[in-house]
């Protein structure tokens, strides 16, 4: 049983982490990139993200659940419970914060695009937010890859 909860521990990390880049940092610029309506682009990718957030949430509570199953108290004292807290933190944030303000947003601007309204630079605002809190995220992602192992001792 060890084996197999310390596989799903790994496997998780790569799941989650490799999702952020795939989505994030591949999948959404070709979208943009290759289709030549960018409201389908950012809808498909929007959906992306979502998938991406609730793999997140899910491999999320699994690893703190394992880090704290493993190490007890003690996993406080872990860096690598703090990035993997921080890294849900942020997801719900995204999740549950911004995409619903982003949504009222481009749903307040029919029938034009968003990006096209008075709602712009609104929406170009939390946008930004939005990114600026998935590059943190992807950045602590990396840590976890590198400190995965500290979180099994």
Do not use: C
């Amino acid at each position: 049983m060890n084996k197999l909860t310390e596989a799903l521990y790994s496997i998780l990390i790569a799941l989650w982490v490799g999702g952020l880049f795939a989505v994030g940092y591949l999948a959404a610029p070709v979208l943009f990139d290759q289709l030549p309506d960018r409201t389908l682009a950012g809808n498909l990718a929007g959906k992306m993200f979502s998938v991406t957030a609730w793999v997140g949430l899910g491999a999320g509570a699994y690893l703190l659940l394992y880090l704290l199953t493993r190490r007890g108290w003690s996993a406080f004292k872990s860096g690598v419970f703090w990035i993997v807290l921080s890294m849900v933190a942020l997801t719900a944030a995204g999740q549950f914060g911004i995409q619903p303000i982003l949504a009222q947003l481009k749903a307040d601007a029919l029938p034009r695009a968003v990006m096209e309204s008075a709602l712009r630079d609104r929406f170009a605002t939390w946008h930004g937010i939005s990114s600026g809190l998935y590059l943190i995220q992807s950045l602590l992602g990396l840590w976890l890859v590198l400190w995965q192992e500290r979180g099994k001792r």
